[in-house]
């Protein structure tokens, strides 16, 4: 599982440290995408499977099905871990997350998103609002 926030930098070869808690999850292959709210996700490959799984199941007749496909499958890339534990985000998903300089790698459960710092501050202030995480949260039955 992957849980918690970590502050890496972006090296000028689009090199980003994976946090070590995260490698071993990695080591058999990852799928870096465009992700939801503006960010890069890495997913382990079997977990990236699942997630195809999921979406090869909706109705290719739903026209919401097949946006969420091109934006996800589009934009993937698979990817290996480096010696270093570093991965390349190719420069299409650097300037789509803002990834300059410095990255937020945090766990979302089964994948890690990479986000600019700036965004994941502005989104993370969001979530700490207790009014507004309650109400975002008032339909999950949890």
Same mark, same amino acid.
């Given at each position: 599982?992957?849980?918690?926030?970590?502050?890496?930098?972006?090296?000028?070869?689009?090199r980003v440290?994976?946090?070590?808690?995260?490698?071993?999850?990695?080591?058999?292959?990852?799928?870096? @995408?465009?992700?939801?709210?503006?960010? !890069?996700?890495?997913?382990? #490959?079997?977990?990236? %499977?699942?997630? /195809?799984?999921?979406?090869?199941?909706?109705?290719?007749?739903?026209?919401?099905?097949?946006?969420?496909?091109?934006?996800?499958?589009?934009?993937?890339?698979?990817?290996?871990?480096?010696?270093?534990?570093?991965?390349?985000?190719p420069?299409?998903?650097?300037?789509? @997350?803002?990834?300059?300089?410095?990255? !937020?790698?945090?766990?979302? #459960?089964?994948?890690? %998103?990479?986000? /600019?710092?700036?965004?994941?501050?502005?989104?993370?202030r969001?979530?700490?609002?207790?009014?507004?995480?309650?109400?975002?949260?008032?339909?999950?039955?949890?």
């Open positions: 599982m992957f849980t918690g926030e970590y502050r890496h930098t972006v090296d000028e070869k689009g440290a994976v946090p070590a808690r995260f490698r071993a999850q990695l080591d058999g292959g990852a799928v870096v @995408a465009r992700w939801l709210d503006t960010c !890069v996700a890495i997913f382990p #490959r079997p977990a990236w %499977e699942d997630l /195809a799984a999921k979406v090869g199941s909706l109705p290719i007749t739903d026209p919401s099905a097949r946006i969420f496909q091109r934006y996800i499958f589009g934009s993937a890339f698979e990817l290996e871990l480096d010696r270093q534990g570093r991965v390349l985000v420069q299409s998903l650097r300037d789509f @997350a803002g990834l300059e300089g410095d990255a !937020v790698i945090v766990g979302s #459960r089964d994948h890690a %998103e990479i986000w /600019a710092p700036a965004r994941w501050d502005d989104y993370r969001g979530l700490e609002d207790p009014d507004a995480l309650a109400q975002a949260i008032a339909g999950l039955g949890i």
